[in-house]
């Protein structure tokens, strides 16, 4: 079974517009931690923002927010203000486990997500 | 912002070479790991590490080997190069000791295997 799902192959938005990029996990585990990232069409991995399972509030970094329904176990980016240069895929992660377990830090990415932002 | 580094960037190379994929970093990072990424497909770990001597498989089968002498070096290999390794890999590390535990990548290298 898919442990992270991006229903979105590709998004559009117009420059200055706000998008959602769409993620669904799933584990059963109860520690985990969600991940963003966004790959130029360069190929680097740029990490964008964190989201762990018993955070309370939905994390932001800039111009970026998620928005995280964990009954629903939905980790949605939320781009405010896109801007030429967020065209890029973008891949949502899935860390399981607690910290100092054999397999913690193991990243599970989803299909990815490629966004075009219209001038 | 991480200092992770991979070499070459680019390397096309004939079928049945030996091949060496450099990844270092500087950040001091216990934890590190090769990713294997076909154009426009997600990421599958095909190795990682959580310290000097001790090497992993992930969860993707792959014929390279790893090695971790030094804590800031994490390089791969193919003894013998196929055009079925053609792919991007991209090394990533990350701090143990960090509850986020977040991974930063290098700029990958993308082989192809004529």
């Known amino acids: 079974a898919q442990k992270i799902t991006q229903t979105q192959p590709g998004m559009f938005v117009q420059e200055k517009e706000a998008v959602t990029l769409d993620c669904t996990y799933d584990?059963?585990?109860?520690?985990?931690?969600l991940f963003w990232y966004k790959q130029p069409s360069s190929g680097e991995m740029i990490f964008l923002i964190y989201q762990g399972s018993y955070d309370q509030q939905n994390a932001t970094e800039g111009r970026y927010s998620l928005n995280f329904q964990k009954a629903r176990k939905s980790a949605n980016l939320v781009i405010s203000a896109s801007q030429l240069g967020d065209s890029a895929m973008y891949f949502c992660?899935?860390?399981?486990?607690?910290?100092?377990?054999?397999?913690?830090?193991?990243?599970?990415f989803g299909q990815g997500t490629i966004l075009t932002v219209h001038p | 912002e991480a200092d992770i580094y991979q070499t070459p960037r680019y390397l096309v190379i004939g079928t049945g070479k030996k091949i060496t994929l450099e990844c270092s970093q500087t950040?001091?990072?216990?934890?590190m790991y090769w990713y294997q990424q076909d154009p426009g497909m997600e990421l599958h770990l095909i190795h990682y590490?959580?310290?000097?001597?001790?090497?992993e498989k992930g969860d993707l089968s792959s014929e390279s080997t790893v090695s971790r002498i030094r804590t800031e070096h994490f390089p791969l290999t193919l003894e013998s190069a196929r055009p079925s390794h053609t792919s991007q890999y991209l090394c990533?590390?990350?701090?143990?000791?960090?509850?986020?535990?977040?991974?930063?990548f290098g700029p990958g290298t993308r082989l192809t295997v004529l």
């Open positions: 584990t059963s585990d109860p520690s985990y931690g």
């Open positions: 950040m001091g990072h216990d934890k």
């Open positions: 990533a590390s990350s701090d143990q000791g960090y509850s986020t535990d977040t991974q930063y």
């Open positions: 992660a899935m860390r399981e486990g607690n910290a100092g377990g054999t397999s913690y830090g193991k990243l599970t």
């Open positions: 590490s959580y310290g000097v001597n001790s090497t």
